[in-house]
């Protein structure tokens, strides 16, 4: 059996939002905070560290997607929205701001359990997706950046590519550093050097 979530809850209207919270208890999970208004969402995500946000609105204005969007930038978490009316542009915005899942004509509190089942897969799918991209990213920029350090070790040097990348490895060996951190080292003293001789 899944453990409890703690949820934290927008909606506007409070019989609903009651009903949606008495249907939340009844699966186990815990509501954490109930919000009226997605304003101070980020906030309040910092504060209770709810494992998923549901929220209930008839449908996303532009400062719920300014809320969402800052959210996914600071805090992300998986966000279900439950809308009462379908939008295409308003479904592509509120997606591109981070929901996890947006369902129309509101929320059934039997669904419930299964959306978010569905919007928390696809919510660590996309993080785990989110962290492989940083880290190509990253390493990209590294290999860059020791390529840089060969080109100028070489110049500076007067020395093939191997014999460079040679002492760059055993810079790094001996300061127990990454080659990466080492290059950029090279890169910052030999630029300065270069500098200074075409003054």
């Known amino acids: 059996m899944p453990p409890p979530l703690n949820v934290l809850l927008v909606d506007d209207e409070v019989v609903r939002a009651a009903m949606v919270e008495e249907a939340l208890v009844a699966d186990g999970h815990r509501v954490v905070c109930r919000l009226t208004s997605p304003a101070s969402l980020n906030e309040m995500v910092a504060r209770h560290q709810p494992d998923v ?40 915005a509120a997606l591109k701001v981070g929901v996890s899942a947006y369902v129309v004509d509101g929320l059934i509190p039997g669904r419930v359990k299964a959306i978010i089942e569905v919007a928390i897969a696809r919510f660590d799918a996309f993080q785990s997706m989110r962290r492989e991209l940083e880290k190509t990213r990253n390493q990209l920029t590294e290999r860059k950046r020791i390529e840089r350090a060969k080109g100028l070790l070489m110049k500076h040097q007067d020395c093939d590519e191997e014999q460079a990348y040679r002492m760059l490895r055993k810079l790094a060996m001996d300061r127990s550093q990454r080659i ?12 300065r050097l270069n500098a200074r001789s075409s003054d």
Do not use: K
Request: proline share 8%; no cysteine.
């Open 53 to 92: 946000v549901i929220i209930d609105m008839e449908s996303p204005d532009r400062d719920t997607l300014d809320s969402m969007a800052l959210l996914n930038r600071e805090n992300p978490r998986p966000v279900v929205f439950f809308a009462d009316q379908h939008d295409p542009d308003i479904l592509q």
């Open 180 to 191: 990466a951190e080492v290059a950029d080292s090279v890169i910052d003293i030999l630029e």
